[in-house]
T-cell receptor, first 115, second 116 residues
Framework: AQSVTQPDIHITVSEGASLELRCNYS??????LFWYVQSPGQGLQLLLK??????LVQGIKGFEAEFKRSQSSFNLRKPSVHWSDAAEYFC?????????????FGTGTRLQVTL | EPEVTQTPSHQVTQMGQEVILRCVPI?????FYWYRQILGQKVEFLVS????????KSEIFDDQFSVERPDGSNFTLKIRSTKLEDSAMYFC??????????????FGPGTRLTVT
């Protein structure tokens, strides 16, 4: 069965500092990988996704993630964090199942940004 | 930008009561989903729905749960007799296509269900 591990429950960074959020997955085949962000009172917004091809993917809001098959990782990065990036970040692995699909999420990493 | 909406944002109910959580998916989407997140735990898949039928359901989605698309716009999750352990944030999602490579899942803001 597929699974996702986000080892960091809570991370605090200073505004302007770089950020890396870790994600490790377990999946038998080539995975569909996603990062979602949830701001307070908001839904889960897709930041970026990886299906195939270039292992470095660019997303919205200046985020990027790198797929490393050898490490079963899909870490999210941002070179310079803004205060508005404070939110909860979820990594997910997707699976096509019959006539639909489903996502398996990690427990999330809460990002706090200090000014 | 089109978005998935959910009502209510917060529902408080007593144990044993029935609740219906409502979702309005994005209008041209055909595939619908419910997920839930118990406080402090992972977001978990509950059920997927297409063409007025359940496509897949998790082991969590037992006989107490049901889903319905009562009209052309709403998608509902019903819990017949709520238990304390049903307290969670429930997320609705929709997608244009069944294959992830052809359509991502868009999520609503969630309904926080509190069972007392």
């Amino acid at each position: 069965a597929q699974s996702v591990t986000q080892p960091d429950i809570h991370i605090t960074v200073s505004e302007g500092a770089s950020l890396e959020l870790r994600c490790n997955y377990s999946y038998g085949a080539t995975p569909y990988l996603f990062w979602y962000v949830q701001s307070p009172g908001q839904g889960l917004q897709l930041l970026l996704k990886y299906f195939s091809g270039d292992t470095l993917v660019q997303g919205i809001k200046g985020f990027e993630a790198e797929f490393k098959r050898s490490q079963s990782s899909f870490n999210l990065r941002k070179p310079s964090v803004h205060w508005s990036d404070a939110a909860e970040y979820f990594c997910a692995v997707g699976q096509n199942t019959g006539t639909a699909s489903k996502l398996t999420f990690g427990t999330g990493t809460r990002l706090q940004v200090t000014l | 930008e089109p978005e998935v909406t959910q009502t209510p944002s917060h529902q408080v109910t007593q144990m044993g009561q029935e609740v219906i959580l409502r979702c309005v998916p994005i209008s041209n989407h055909l595939y619908f989903y419910w997920y839930r997140q118990i406080l402090g735990q992972k977001v978990e898949f509950l059920v997927s729905f297409y063409n007025n039928e359940i496509s897949e359901k998790s082991e969590i989605f037992d006989d107490q749960f049901s889903v319905e698309r009562p009209d052309g716009s709403n998608f509902t999750l019903k819990i017949r007799s709520t238990k304390l352990e049903d307290s969670a944030m429930y997320f609705c999602a929709s997608s244009e296509a069944s294959r992830l490579a052809r359509g991502e899942q868009y999520f609503g803001p969630g309904t926080r269900l509190t069972v007392t």
